[in-house]
C-alpha cells in the first residue's frame, strides 16, 4: 500500500501546475485610493531649443562687419589666436635652440681632454688606513713626497712675503 501512496502523490505533483506562481500587486488597497501627483519639468531640451534662438541672434551679429570696414569680431578673435600662435612658436624655437645649446655644451664638456695632475692638499693621503695590525713593508716611505711638498709650502710662503714686500714699498 506503502508503494500505491507514494506513486499517487508523484502524479498528483505532477499534475499540478507549476508554472502559475503568486504574482504581487503593488497597487495598495489599504485606502489611499488618490493618485500620485508627478512634477515634471520641461527638460533639457526645451531650454537648448528655447537658447538657440538669442545665440543664433548673437552669433548673427558677431559675423557681421562693422559699418566702417573694420573686421568682424570673428576675424578679431582669430587675428588674435594667430599671433598667439606666433608667440608659441617663438618660444618653441627659443627652447628648442637652448636645448641644442645645452647638448653642444655637455658634448665638449664631456670630450675635453683632462689635466691628470692633482696636487694633494695633505701628503698622508697614501698613508689612510688602521695604524694596527699593518704587515711590515705595506706601508710606503713617503719621505720623499713630503719633502716635496714641504719644499713646495717654503717656496709659496717666500712668493707671499715678497708680494708683501713689494707692496709695502709701493705705499
Known amino acids: ?3 500505491l501512496r507514494q506513486q499517487a502523490a508523484c502524479i498528483a505533483r505532477r499534475a499540478r501546475p ?3 506562481r503568486n504574482t504581487r500587486s503593488y497597487a495598495s488597497g489599504h485606502g ?4 500620485h501627483t508627478v512634477e515634471e519639468s520641461f527638460g533639457p531640451g526645451f531650454y ?3 537658447a538657440a534662438i538669442p545665440a543664433s541672434v548673437i552669433v548673427y551679429q558677431i559675423s557681421r562687419p562693422a559699418k566702417d570696414g573694420e573686421p568682424t569680431t570673428i576675424g578679431k578673435w582669430i587675428e588674435k589666436a594667430s599671433d598667439l600662435s ?3 612658436e617663438q618660444k618653441n624655437h627659443n627652447t628648442t635652440a637652448a636645448i641644442q645649446q645645452a ?5 665638449l664638456f664631456l670630450n675635453i681632454e683632462r689635466n691628470r695632475h692633482i696636487e694633494l692638499s695633505y701628503p698622508e693621503v697614501f ?3 688602521s695604524p694596527y695590525n699593518v704587515p711590515a713593508g705595506h706601508y710606503v716611505n713617503i719621505d720623499k713626497v ?3 711638498y714641504q719644499k713646495q709650502h717654503i717656496d709659496e710662503e717666500a712668493r707671499k712675503v715678497q708680494k708683501l714686500a713689494a707692496a709695502a714699498k709701493s705705499e
Not at 489611499?32 to 493618485?35: A, N
Not at 647638448?103 to 658634448?107: L, Q, R, V
Open 18 to 20: 507549476t508554472g502559475v
Open 48 to 50: 537648448l531649443a528655447f
Open 32 to 35: 489611499h485610493h488618490h493618485e
Open 86 to 88: 606666433k608667440e608659441w
Open 127 to 129: 698613508q689612510h688606513g
Open 1 to 3: 500500500m506503502s508503494a
Open 146 to 148: 713630503i719633502a716635496h
Open 103 to 107: 647638448a653642444k655644451d655637455k658634448h
